[in-house]
């Protein structure tokens, strides 16, 4: 149970290093009313845009690896509890 932990502890960071790599993607807003600086500045909104999206399913995929490793330790901790020796009265 370990190793299965382990490996999505190893997943959930490619996967937030992969979405951080991203971030530093989107270019600077451009203060002009041209029709060039809208088109840019609607690029600039969409790559935002897909940025908060990584951002949010990394958050997500963060929260479902803290609730699978919880699952995986009481799990542990039902198996270490079923494994103790019963005393029976006398």
């Known amino acids: ?37 809208i088109a840019a500045n609607q690029q600039r909104l969409l790559c935002l845009q ?13 929260l479902q690896l803290r609730a699978l490793q919880m699952d995986i330790k009481r799990l542990e901790l039902q198996q270490r509890f079923n494994n103790l020796q019963r005393l029976n009265p006398p």
């Open 1 to 37: 149970m370990r190793k299965l932990a382990k490996s999505l502890s190893i997943a959930a960071m490619a996967t937030l290093l992969g979405t951080a790599s991203s971030w530093a993607g989107c270019p600077a807003a451009v203060p002009a009313t041209t029709a060039e600086a």
């Open 50 to 62: 897909l940025e908060a999206n990584a951002a949010a399913a990394a958050r997500d995929q963060s």
